[in-house]
């Protein structure tokens, strides 16, 4: 089973940026895509943004414009790069397979993000 392990959180002033990366153990062209999601504290988790293994991307409504979803295949790492950060953006992020997250079974401890003043 392919091991995630997420980083590059921290905490930044609104309107900043920050690039988290998600380095996996195995390959990660292997599933159909690979996706960001978000915790915010006292709130359900939520998807953030999609890659599917041909490089086909979406992402969430309110990070549009602002949130890139990308993949390096030989480093078998993806990418979220964040810019104009928002206080609402705050959260734990956390990446995994592209699947209805109630049926997603294993997390990994994900990566701290605070925008704040």
């Known amino acids: 089973q392919v091991q995630l392990v997420e980083s590059g959180g921290g905490l930044v002033q609104p309107g900043g940026s920050l690039r988290l990366s998600c380095t996996a153990s195995?390959?990660?062209?292997?599933?159909?895509?690979m996706a960001w999601y978000r915790q915010a504290p006292g709130k359900e988790r939520e998807w953030v943004a999609t890659i599917t293994r041909y490089g086909t991307t979406t992402v969430r409504d309110s990070v549009k414009g602002r949130f890139t979803i990308s993949r390096d295949n030989a480093k078998n790492t993806m990418y979220l790069q964040m810019n104009s950060l928002k206080p609402e953006d705050t959260g734990v992020y956390y990446c995994?397979?592209?699947?209805?997250?109630?049926?997603?079974?294993?997390w990994g401890q994900g990566t701290q993000v605070t925008v704040s003043s």
């Open positions: 195995g390959s990660i062209s292997s599933p159909n895509a």
């Open positions: 995994n397979t592209n699947l209805p997250i109630s049926t997603i079974r294993a």
